[in-house]
């Protein structure tokens, strides 16, 4: 176990709610945390013991930053891992592994990884250019995804006729079978340096249409006992096989035909997992913690049953957010409500999240959906 | 509904754990601290948006600390009510109101207070001086108490025999009934300036047998519906007859008749409801916030029994904290642990707490026992 609650920093890559979760946990454990981000209005700015402001993807900035610290984790996968490369021969412990987040950075490195070590996922071709892509009409419906820089939705679109073709992403990228799945389902897992793995239950997720963010999830996933055993041990065979030490979400496709497809992974804690703050054991936030820091890793049982809505900027809104109909969410029995100190909102920004907890299924999903219509992030 | 998430402060007197827990969960709203403190180390000092310096019993240090603030509250009595009073006059919100804290602070009005309301209380007189306790043989045994700055079981003494009187408080302060009680119970109650008024389940709790402080709780009690049902009338009525915004912690006897006693209370959140963090729908520094926000108040059911030891700094160690067995701990199933970010431990200090949440009530009540054990603030 790191001696954590002494004279200890703990450094982080990206100061955004994610970061901003990682310090409410962190607390409890008296582990001072210094946050690197390039905006001064970064929802970590007042409550990192150390705030720096600078660019993740700079060697220098990220070098300078993690020089002052014991240990360095990251809450974005776009950071420079060259720096933490160096910072790690230097001997400072970085978890996730720097080698580990360039895999993931690359989401055709990432496609390869899962067929060489028998992880299922849905076929795919690497595409060098739109030329290349434009050759494939017999693949298509299929998802298009740049190899780089792709993140909450950006850097991701389907093309499902020859039309689409068009629209194809100039730039390397992969082309992948557009799967007709039943459920979108996710695992998140934790892998200490004593090599301990434990995964919290599956949550099954609702996309937004368009903007390819959850817009909501339920904890656990109505699925058969079968199906969640079998996402959880692909989730532990990743983590185990990434030699990854730390959080990694792994989003999944439950096929029509009850298979389990690898859709993405993350290797932090991730959207998916907000709800284990109110409903688990352990949240995946002291989880997280708890993996890179080598303590034991805590139980992931549920307590409650529990959904989580995002709250998204409302479309046509740009400006100094207000939260409309916040009110009638706070009285509402079961219900959660995380801020996450962004001052200014844009359509579709995460501006926070609502869990909301029940012993009863039903009544949960009808309260989710109560959040969902009657909150909205205006200007 | 106070407009509580742009450009709003909260300003806090005082800013040791109980301040920490409440910025804690002050992120998730939004709500922007501000801290004062006499100590540069105290436990808020990184994590409030603003943290100053200075006493907390000096009329300019708390008049111009609230000056910059929208809201004020406490998280220790022995504050100047004054300066909060002139505050109020001006135009701040400050909950608990000044007049509460005062009654609270004075130990003789406190029970004068009961008296008048009906509220069951311990029989008492009031002592000006040594001299007067001395003439008091045929009350004994009892309980001596100094009127005023008795905290954290300081000012506070069990005179049993005529041999004892030698010891009494030579200050004005009041002399109770020693009541020969089943069990020690406490009730959170909370109430917004809407005058919602909601209670916690009833805490049961044991005190170290020397240093009067909490040892460990559980929660939920074992006591009757009906015993139940009592204590969080009582607590309820003890708010309501105040007319106090905020939360009230009070602590109450159990006798072997049967019998529900008010002892003390506090204005404020308490060591008895930490439980509720991890055990309750709304944690007692939510339910704060919301009422003295002018929020709706939250549920106070419980999503699963819970028992809370606190971490008292190990006799005969004096000197930088080290948590010995913490490993231990953080492998036992349901136990969460709390550290409060102090440098420095001294015997019976508060170091942090370790709540236990468990299905099974005496698996909890083992385990309680296994952190008692096994966990030390040692130098």
């Given at each position: ?10 450094g982080v890559l990206g100061g955004g ?68 490369k160096q910072l790690q021969k230097e ?289």
């Open positions: 176990m790191q001696s954590f609650y002494q004279n200890f920093k703990l709610q994610l970061g901003r979760m990682l310090i409410q946990s962190a607390i409890d454990f008296n582990v001072d945390v210094h946050i690197l981000d390039p905006d001064e209005h970064a929802p970590c700015r007042n409550l990192a013991k150390k705030f720096a402001i600078g660019k993740l993807t700079d060697f220098d900035t990220v070098y300078n930053f993690g020089k002052d610290c014991d240990v360095l984790t990251i809450e974005i996968e776009n950071v420079n891992t060259d720096a933490l001997g400072k412990k970085v978890f996730p592994q720097p080698e580990v987040i360039e895999l993931i950075q690359d989401k055709g490195r990432q496609k390869l990884f899962y067929i060489n070590n028998f992880i299922p996922t849905a076929p795919f071709e690497r595409v060098e250019n739109k030329t290349a892509v434009a050759k494939m009409k017999q693949f298509l419906p299929a998802v298009n995804k740049l190899r780089k820089e792709g993140y909450d939705g950006r850097g991701v679109q389907i093309l499902r006729t020859e039309n689409d073709l068009e629209r194809a992403f100039d730039a390397p990228g992969i082309l992948e079978k557009l799967i007709d799945f039943e459920k979108e389902l996710s695992v998140i897992v934790a892998r200490n340096e004593s090599g301990q793995i434990k995964a919290f239950p599956v949550v099954e997720l609702v996309f937004h249409p368009e903007h390819n963010l959850v817009e909501y999830l339920f904890a656990p996933a109505e699925i058969t006992e079968q199906q969640s055993h079998r996402a959880k041990e692909i989730a532990e065979e990743v983590i185990k096989r990434l030699d990854m030490v730390g959080l990694l979400a792994v989003e999944m496709f439950l096929t029509k035909d009850g298979e389990i497809l690898v859709n993405e992974i993350a290797p932090r804690t991730h959207n998916s997992g907000h709800q284990t703050i109110e409903s688990s054991y352990t949240s995946q936030f002291e989880q997280h913690l708890r993996a890179i820091l080598n303590m034991p890793l805590g139980p992931t049982g549920s307590k409650i049953p529990a959904a989580m809505v995002n709250l998204l900027g409302e479309d046509g809104h740009q400006g100094m957010a207000q939260y409309s109909g916040l009110e009638k969410i706070l009285a509402l029995e079961g219900a959660k409500v995380h801020l996450y100190g962004k001052k200014y909102t844009k359509p579709f920004r995460k501006m926070g999240h609502v869990t909301i907890i029940d012993q009863d299924v039903d009544r949960l999903k009808e309260k989710a959906r109560f959040v969902k219509d009657n909150l909205k992030v205006i200007s």
